[in-house]
């Protein structure tokens, strides 16, 4: 088969990828000389730990899966099985851990609740004060800035490969084929559209309103830390946002225990990995109402480095750089993906919200498997 894929973000190098690797030949079309939305704007995380239950889990870790073979493969994805740890503090916060651990499906995420000190052995970093942790050792990372780059030289190497970069494809034509700005049509067995956070122009005339919203977050990245951070971390605000941890426990943290005001203002939660350079990806935030902001604020920036010092016991090195992203959700979170047939032979998928990095090899998979790649 040819297949033509439209967009060279995480979702899109991976359905190149499923492609290819079934022996069939691809031709790769991105808007820009690169890829540059939220597959790059992210934490480079396989986060498996706060998945909803079902369907959700059962993608994440399958997709947790396919990336640990795949970074085998293709060593400058940079990736990890580092787990994550997340402190917490005070009754309220060890209870909801204590629900995801008793969970039906914990064993699979790799749940077990630690004291501070067996958090510490795992993570010497984390020298501030905090009472116990829960671990999830399925989590994982990759370098997101690279890891499309390092895609893209693997699947140029199988000789079944054409990116075509700096085209933005303009009008689906007929079955199986797309037009691009520069007047070129490109034909297939099958086109699959996965555009990311662009949901205007050609998607909307394709696929009329589609159930997926736009999200803004904030981020930022350190100067190396100077030792390493073994693990991922998140706060105990990550429960308030993650449906593995809704239970009564949660109900009460929610109603006894108000978040920070800053962080209740932007829906923040910390997470935090570190890069191959030793730096650290800190966020995050969510806006969801447009239209977005334009600027970046200093009130999240500011809360999320006093919630990282007072984890690490010590300052934070120099920030780095600072930027927001913006990614495309389904409305109904439930759902994995938004896959949407718009034409005989045409795909649309895109929506994957937040979860784009963890599940994109498993997202990929099954449009592969559904297409009868």
């Not at 939220?38 to 396989?46: E, W």
Request: proline letters at 4%; charged letters at 25%; a negative charge.
């Amino acid at each position: 088969m040819k297949v033509i894929v439209v967009g060279a973000g995480v979702v899109g190098a991976m359905h190149a990828w499923q492609a290819v690797e079934r022996g069939h030949e691809v031709v790769h079309i991105e808007r820009e000389a690169e890829a540059r939305g939220a597959s790059l704007r992210n934490f480079g995380q396989i986060w498996v730990s706060g998945r909803a239950g079902g369907e959700e889990l059962d993608t994440a870790l399958r997709a947790r899966e396919l990336w640990e073979g795949i970074g085998a493969r293709v060593p400058k994805l940079g990736f990890r099985a580092i787990g994550s740890l997340t402190p917490i503090r005070g009754d309220l916060e060890r209870a909801v851990a204590e629900a995801a651990v008793a969970r039906d499906d914990a064993a699979a995420r790799g749940y077990k609740l630690l004291t501070a000190d067996e958090a510490r052995a795992i993570n010497p970093a984390l020298r501030g004060a905090f009472d116990a942790a829960l671990w999830c050792e399925r989590d994982a990372a990759v370098e997101p800035r690279t890891a499309q780059l390092a895609l893209r030289e693997a699947l140029l190497a199988s000789g079944r490969y054409t990116f075509l970069p700096n085209r933005e494809v303009r009008e689906v034509v007929g079955e199986n084929a797309v037009r691009d700005d520069r007047g070129d049509l490109h034909s297939g067995d099958a086109v699959v559209l996965c555009t990311g956070a662009w949901l205007s122009g050609l998607v909307r005339e394709v696929a009329g309103d589609i159930p997926v919203r736009r999200v803004r977050l904030q981020m930022m990245q350190t100067d190396p830390l100077g030792e390493a951070l073994t693990t991922s971390v998140a706060d105990a605000d990550s429960f308030r946002y993650y449906p593995a941890y809704a239970s009564l426990a949660l109900d009460e943290l929610n109603a006894s225990q108000a978040q920070d005001p800053t962080a209740a203002a932007h829906k923040m939660q910390l997470l935090m990995v570190q890069r191959l350079d030793g730096g650290l990806t800190i966020g995050d935030t969510h806006e969801y109402e447009h239209p977005f902001a334009f600027d970046t604020v200093e009130e999240p920036y500011e809360h999320l480095t006093r919630v990282v010092e007072s984890f690490l016991g010590r300052p934070l090195p120099r920030i780095r750089r600072r930027w927001a992203g913006v990614y495309a959700q389904c409305v109904d979170t439930s759902r994995v993906v938004h896959r949407q047939r718009v034409r005989d032979g045409v795909w649309l998928v895109t929506g994957p919200g937040g979860r784009g990095m963890t599940c994109s090899p498993a997202i990929a998979e099954t449009t592969a498997n559904e297409l009868g790649w």
